[in-house]
């Protein structure tokens, strides 16, 4: 059963910056697609970033040029870094985990609030 554990989220005013990280428990890590997804109170989830095995990115329109997708395959990590963060960053962030041709898993979703 893979397991993947969000941290890093909390309370941040306008302008700062957070870095949450997913650790999975997954033995093939390093060839697994990781995203990152985020829910708003009452909107649907959306895609927001994600990382391939070969460390190719994607990022939505909302959060390319400050937010930052990397991983750590020795450390079985996945790490967003967020910069210039305003209220309409303000979700339920939750990381994604995915073979090619298999299910995939989510992680519990970790809190980031963004208010003066």
């Known amino acids: 059963q893979v397991q993947l554990v969000e941290s890093g989220g909390g309370l941040v005013q306008p302008g700062g910056s957070l870095r949450l990280s997913c650790a999975a428990s997954e033995s093939r890590f390093s060839s697994a697609t990781m995203g990152w997804y985020r829910q708003a109170p009452g909107n649907q989830r959306e895609f927001v970033a994600l990382?391939?095995?070969?460390?190719?990115?994607t990022y939505a329109d909302s959060v390319k040029g400050r937010f930052t997708i990397s991983r750590d395959n020795a450390k079985n990590t996945v790490y967003l870094v967020m910069n210039s963060l305003n209220a309409d960053d303000t979700a339920v962030y939750y990381c994604?985990?995915?073979?090619?041709?298999?299910?995939?898993?989510w992680g519990q979703g970790t809190q980031v609030t963004v208010s003066s």
């Open positions: 994604n985990l995915v073979h090619l041709g298999a299910p995939d898993y």
């Open positions: 990382i391939t095995s070969d460390f190719r990115t």
